[in-house]
């Protein structure tokens, strides 16, 4: 297996925020071409990853949809940080921390409008990590 850790500057607003190019740049370095799996891990207790398509709002909306389902309000028992700081330790059940992604002739075998994303509610920390790993068939 193949893996590396990629920084992302999410700053501090909620974010969703496209992994695409990352992963085919490290797949161009380490699959060689191969068949395999793609993992993509985010090794934090408040933030996932998604596939979906980008742009034409869909983010925007997934964003509105988590302000929905989890408000920053004074609810959550989880209470450190920013006001409702505890949504972000919630959000990780609706939207895991990883995604495994197909890998075929070295490429990601994404639908025609998938891309991978990062996604963050957690203003309290402007810089993630992401695991990126490489599994050959």
Known sequence: MESTVIEVKTGRSEVVHDLTEECAS????VAGGRDG???????HATAGVALIELGA??????LAALRDLLPAD???RHAHGSRGHGRTHVMPALIAPYATVPVLGGD??????QS??????N???????VRLSFLAG
């Open 123 to 129: 203003v309290d920390n402007p810089v993630r990590k």
């Open 26 to 29: 490290f797949l161009r370095e």
């Open 74 to 76: 004074d609810r959550w």
């Open 57 to 62: 709002g869909s983010d925007d909306d997934l």
């Open 108 to 113: 990601m075998a994404l639908g025609t409008w």
């Open 37 to 43: 799996l793609l993992h993509v891990f985010v090794p």
């Open 116 to 121: 991978v994303a990062m996604v963050d509610l």
